[in-house]
């Protein structure tokens, strides 16, 4: 007995550690979209570029401890945020355009990203003879303890204080702040206001640069759990992009709740079904969040914020009276 | 002249921009039939795609070795997949009828797996909205790809399989690729005709009307789900061909082939440059996109001479500086979409001055 439990702490703990990353990456997707209402395929690349700049400058530029540059890839994906907002989206939606050709154009950012992995990673390999094209930082986590015979990784505690602190922090600036207020009467109504005197241009570039930090974040975080090549952003995307729908879209929390559904689910769901039909299955794992999307959506087509949470409350409580 | 033409078009250049034209026209010609006629956010064009190559590769060869009395089931996927192909090409080399008739199963089949896609998703696609039918749409077209490169019985899983050469009938070696290429031409621009006579017809109009406003289509008595179901089940159709002549041409199916990025993302910049909605401008669009990619290709080892850089990534870039360029600068396209008139014009000045004498 003491033998299943071991694996299965590990499972959950890898599971605990992925859906982290992947609930700040899918926030990200839902604050772009809920405030631009443009849908990001670059979140694929900004993910990836988290994951890279923690590979590179702790395994190869700088070295000591890969949480000391959390920071920096939340930061240098913010960068790209920003840019993309200021090049490309800003002059879309003073336009007008429509959603597809907002998605469209990020479609053409996350391309010009990927191709600028790519090149680092020739560069890091042509300078530095170091493999970028498959990396492997998973073994490299401080290790805080044993369950067991197993190592407890920090990533499982610090990915989780990371989401609820980003929680936190969102629900005291949506709240407790001015900024908050502006920020969410932004996304209600747009024109109304601006002429309440809102820079409405202020709030789509905190949105762009906090989802493109967000991204960076959840990289860097997925980087200790999985191993990673430069397409790591396309495989990682569709499970982020199910976690921000089945969120809803219009909620940040809901992001974060999705990530953890969608997180979770893939990795116990596929372990449990491993132990039941034989290890093969294992290769279908991508398949299962896009059956957990599919399902959320058919049930409820507006994703798990679309519900009214309060009316079944009041409903239930209602039927007991 | 005519030699001169034959010599030039033996340039394995010009074969690769034409076969490469050709066949990503069929597909980006029913990306606009849904998106830029029916405006549904077409994202996971590959479903179709990916199905209609299966539906060649594995069950139209499936059916002819079953014909032919050779092996049809796991085998035809498994070990033996080269032998019976093999023995599958030598019959079909013998009779050309025997070969342009494996043609035609292989595309009916094709035509039907797509339209059978479509129909599946048309599911969603009634019931959702925007960006929540986009995504679950490229959902639909990646879980099929993992299928297809996981599960060995469908298709022979990541090794792929060797597929019939039923272009058998017009020859072997240069030729074959030659002839081959224009026969996946022609069949392009039949799809291009039949788009076409499509986007005039009074369905063509009807789907433009849903697209600019849905509710007043429905006033008017159009069936907007029969509507998006049947333009679903068309477009899939028409994919699914186009997969299913590269999978012939190339003759040989491996699902990593058919991705994301290449079948659908590169339909939609095709598209998007062209002039989404006008089908002569999908023409031009995917021309210019082609030629490019393959000019690239081509040239990859002269141009690393020239670029400190990894001519793949120069494609990537290329290609995402045009979508942000056509998005900013001319989200109309090249050639924007012009009102279709339902009759040609010199037939509808006759009407007109007809019934100008007729007062």
Not at chain 1, 285 to 298: H, Q
Not at chain 2, 197 to 204: C, E, H
């Amino acid at each position: 007995m003491q033998i299943l439990a071991g694996p299965i702490v590990q499972i959950l703990m890898t599971a605990i550690g992925f859906s982290g990353g992947l609930a700040l990456a899918a926030a990200g997707i839902t604050l772009i979209y809920m405030t631009t209402g443009t849908f990001n395929f670059a979140h694929a690349s900004m993910t990836a570029w988290g994951f890279y700049i923690v590979f590179s400058l702790y395994k190869v530029l700088l070295g000591g401890n890969p949480y000391l540059y959390f920071p920096v890839a939340f930061i240098f994906s913010g960068i790209l945020g920003v840019i993309t907002y200021l090049v490309v989206n800003r002059w879309l939606l003073k336009r007008g355009a429509d959603m597809v050709t907002l998605m469209m154009s990020t479609l053409g950012v996350d391309l010009a990203f990927f191709a600028f992995i790519n090149i680092f990673a020739d560069y890091l390999t042509a300078t530095y003879k170091v493999n970028t094209r498959l990396i492997v930082l998973t073994t490299e986590d401080i290790i805080l303890g044993k369950i067991g015979t197993f190592p407890f990784k920090a990533i499982t505690v610090i990915s989780v204080a990371i989401v609820v602190g980003m929680a936190l922090f969102f629900y005291l600036l949506l709240n407790r702040t001015k900024f908050g207020i502006a920020f969410r009467i932004t996304v209600e109504n747009p024109s109304l206001a601006s002429i309440l005197g809102i820079n409405t241009e202020t709030i789509y570039l905190f949105a762009w640069f906090m989802g493109g930090a967000m991204a960076g974040l959840g990289g860097a975080i997925l980087s200790l759990v999985i191993s990673g090549t430069p397409t790591v952003g396309n495989t990682v995307i569709v499970p982020e992009f199910a976690a921000s729908i089945v969120g809803g879209l219009y909620s940040i929390y809901g992001g974060l709740v999705g990530g953890f559904l969608i997180g979770l689910s893939q990795k116990l769901i596929i372990n449990w079904l491993g132990s039941v039909l034989g290890g093969n299955i294992v290769v279908y794992e991508p398949i299962i969040p896009l059956l957990i999307m599919a399902a959320t959506l058919l049930l409820y087509p507006e994703g798990l914020a679309g519900i009214d949470w309060r009316r079944i409350f009041s409903r239930s409580k209602s039927s007991r009276r | 002249m005519m030699e001169g033409i034959l010599e030039y078009l033996y340039n394995p250049l010009v074969l690769s921009i034409l076969v490469n034209m050709a066949v990503f026209l069929i597909v980006t010609l029913s990306l606009n039939l849904e998106t830029g006629f029916a405006g549904i956010p077409q994202f996971g064009r590959v479903l179709a795609v990916i199905a209609g190559a299966i539906g060649a590769g594995a069950i139209a060869g499936r059916m002819m070795a079953a014909m032919m009395g050779l092996p049809a089931g796991i085998e035809y996927v498994g070990d033996q997949n080269f032998v019976i192909v093999g023995e599958l090409n030598k019959a079909l080399e013998s009779s050309p009828l025997l070969s342009i008739g494996a043609l035609i199963l292989s595309l009916a089949v094709a035509a039907v797996m797509g339209g059978i896609m479509g129909y599946l998703a048309s599911y969603p696609a009634i019931r959702l909205k925007e960006a929540y039918l986009g995504i679950t749409l490229l959902a639909f077209g990646d879980a099929l790809q993992i299928v297809g490169m996981y599960y060995d019985p469908l298709a022979g899983g990541t090794a792929g399989i060797v597929v019939p050469d039923v272009f058998r009938f017009v020859g072997t070696g240069e030729i074959r690729f030659l002839s081959s290429t224009l026969i996946i031409l022609g069949i392009a621009i039949l799809v291009y005709l039949y788009v076409q006579r499509l986007a005039r017809s009074p369905f063509g109009r009807a789907l433009k009307a849903m697209r600019d406003n849905e509710l007043a289509a429905k006033v008017y008595g159009k069936d907007i789900v029969s509507l998006r179901a049947k333009t679903l089940i068309i477009g899939g159709a028409l994919a699914g061909m186009g997969g299913a002549l590269w999978t012939l041409y190339t003759g040989s199916f491996k699902a990593l082939t058919y991705n994301r990025l290449t079948w659908t993302f590169w339909p939609w910049a095709f598209m998007m440059l062209g002039g989404t909605g006008n089908n002569l401008g999908i023409v031009l669009g995917t021309l210019v996109f082609s030629t490019v990619r393959s000019l690239i290709y081509a040239y990859k080892t002269e141009l690393t001479a020239f670029i400190p850089i990894n001519p793949n990534w120069l494609e990537y870039l290329l290609i995402g500086v045009i979508i942000i360029a056509i998005a900013l600068f001319r989200p109309q396209g090249i050639l924007p979409e012009k009102p279709e008139l339902p009759l040609s014009k010199k037939k509808i000045e006759s009407i007109r001055a007809s019934l100008a004498k007729g007062d």
